[in-house]
């Protein structure tokens, strides 16, 4: 990311120009209006709509490359509240949007290592990788992620989920199996910028496992202005696509990469049992939402969430998908732990259908 991001910020975070400036580690600092912390607006303390008895929770953890660059405790407090609420809450998942790190450095990954044991054997933690987790110092000029490193295999009771990787012991292009009362749920982690080869290992995944109803999490996706990310149609115009990176230009030679819009049709939108697609990476507005049908009918929501402009990185936003009991439809809030909030604005929560019902 780039910090003119911070300039189109405004469109979600309040009037008037929005910049940021450094705290000692460099850390995102949002200023609003007058020189007041850029937080999201409105908040509540309490619980717009508490989950209804018997629901099922996925949580998203957006990019969180500022907390372990710089050590912050919103990491932390993420996990402490998902362990805590992993039972009330019935949350049977938590789905990371990659940008792990902000450079890719031992220290970093070591941070978020150390935070995640927090939760990791409470709940199912997915791992997704980024741009930032990738090249020297996160330069994402060629592939390279400590992933693997530090996380040889899933972290905590995700080993029970996992299912399959791509290649042995790298968890980076991983499929999990969560066993709920009447549906399996799938979720596949997808590389940054999946390549061609891991899309056609993906397409056989889905085809093995047909009758999962199915979570994609992949970093660049879904652009702020909620449409995906699509470098034939729009090129530099939307910014960050995977294609205005050194590293797709290498890769274009010999296993050519896969912006949103690719991935739609070469992915997603061919099985039948995908129904919701998520991802990070990008600034401006931090969120965007997209509902398609796939092939066969089935409604697959696509949603984007980046909260990394936000003052101190973040402060500590994640996203919760609440499947209602009967399996037809599915409410998204998004909370901080941190700071005891949820955001109220229309594009931090939101109902959507699910189509066919999962069960």
Not at 243 to 255: I, L, P
């Given at each position: 990311m780039t910090w003119r991001a911070a300039l189109v910020a405004a469109s979600l975070f309040g009037p008037g120009l929005v910049q940021a400036h450094a705290l000692n580690c460099a850390a995102p600092h949002g200023l609003g209006p007058g020189g007041a912390p850029l937080e999201l607006s409105p908040t509540s303390r309490t619980e717009p709509a508490p989950p209804v008895a018997g629901s099922t929770t996925i949580a998203m953890l957006p990019d969180i490359q500022y907390y372990s660059k710089c050590a912050l405790p919103?990491?932390?407090?993420?996990?402490?509240?998902?362990?805590?609420?992993?039972?009330?809450?019935?949350?049977?998942?938590?789905?990371f949007m990659g940008d792990l790190t902000e450079h890719n450095t031992a220290p970093e990954w070591r941070f978020v290592q150390s935070q995640v044991e927090n939760a990791e054997w409470q709940l199912p933690l997915v791992l997704a990788t980024g741009n930032h987790d990738h090249g020297h110092n996160g330069n994402a000029h060629k592939r390279g992620t400590q992933l693997t490193r530090f996380f040889p295999d899933a972290p905590g009771v995700a080993q029970?989920?996992?299912v399959e990787t791509r290649f042995p012991r790298d968890i980076e292009n991983a499929?999990?199996?969560?066993?709920?009362?009447?549906?399996?749920?799938g979720v596949l982690a997808l590389e940054w910028a999946?390549?061609?080869?891991?899309?056609?290992?993906?397409?056989?995944?889905?085809?093995?496992?047909a009758d999962d109803r199915v979570v994609i999490v992949t970093h660049a996706y879904l652009y702020d202005d909620s449409t995906r990310y699509d470098w034939r149609a729009r090129g530099a115009s939307?910014?960050?696509?995977?294609?205005?990176?050194?590293?797709?230009?290498?890769?274009?030679?010999?296993?050519?990469e896969n912006d949103g819009e690719m991935l739609w049709n070469s992915l997603a939108r061919r099985h039948a049992g995908v129904f919701l697609v998520l991802s990070g990476h990008v600034g401006g507005a931090g969120a965007g939402q997209l509902a398609s049908r796939g092939d066969a009918g089935n409604l697959v929501e696509q949603v984007m969430a980046n909260f990394q402009l936000l003052d101190a990185g973040g402060l500590g936003y994640l996203r919760l998908f609440e499947i209602e009991p009967d399996g037809r439809s599915m409410r998204m809030?998004?909370?901080?732990?941190?700071?005891?909030?949820f955001a109220t604005g229309d594009v931090q929560r939101g109902e959507f259908?699910?189509?066919?019902?999962?069960?």
């Open positions: 919103e990491l932390g407090a993420q996990m402490s509240w998902l362990a805590a609420q992993a039972v009330s809450r019935n949350i049977r998942a938590a789905l029970a989920a996992l499929y999990y199996e969560i066993v709920l009362p009447h549906v399996t749920l999946p390549r061609t080869s891991t899309v056609a290992w993906a397409n056989d995944v889905l085809s093995r496992h939307q910014h960050w696509n995977p294609y205005s990176f050194t590293m797709s230009r290498v890769e274009a030679r010999r296993d050519p809030e998004t909370y901080s732990p941190s700071l005891g909030l259908a699910i189509e066919p019902a999962l069960w």
